[in-house]
């Protein structure tokens, strides 16, 4: 069974740091992508970093400079590392990951549960 398990959200104060991980477990095949995303109470689910199996990291704008997205391919692994955190309301970061059987199959994608993060002023 393919299963993503995330730890290490929680309370931080801003302009302070936490680091997200996810572990890929069950997958058959070769990871091809990985990624947080975020999503407030009553948004979207948008994303903040990912990375491929390459090392080729993409951000969105708004974390540029403050968080970084780091992989190890051999544990199956992602982390985000996340700094100077601002106020913000309450969040819940979701790890996903894109992955293919073969090179000639689709790829699959699979979710993690989420990990809260909030930021106190």
């Known amino acids: 069974q393919v299963q993503l398990v995330e730890s290490g959200g929680g309370l931080v104060q801003a302009g302070g740091s936490l680091r997200l991980s996810c572990a890929a477990s069950?997958?058959?095949?070769?990871?091809?992508?990985m990624g947080w995303y975020r999503q407030a109470p009553g948004k979207q689910r948008d994303l903040v970093a990912s990375?491929?199996?390459?090392?080729?990291?993409n951000y969105v704008d708004s974390v540029k400079g403050r968080f970084m997205i780091s992989t190890d391919n051999a544990k199956k692994t992602v982390h985000l590392h996340m700094n100077s955190l601002d106020p913000e309301h309450p969040a819940v970061y979701y790890c996903?990951?894109?992955?293919?059987?073969?090179?000639?199959?689709?790829?699959?994608?699979?979710w993690g549960q989420g990990t809260q993060v909030t930021v106190s002023s």
């Open positions: 996903k990951a894109d992955f293919q059987l073969s090179p000639l199959t689709p790829v699959r994608s699979v």
């Open positions: 990375i491929t199996s390459g090392g080729s990291a």
């Open positions: 069950g997958i058959i095949g070769r990871l091809t992508t």
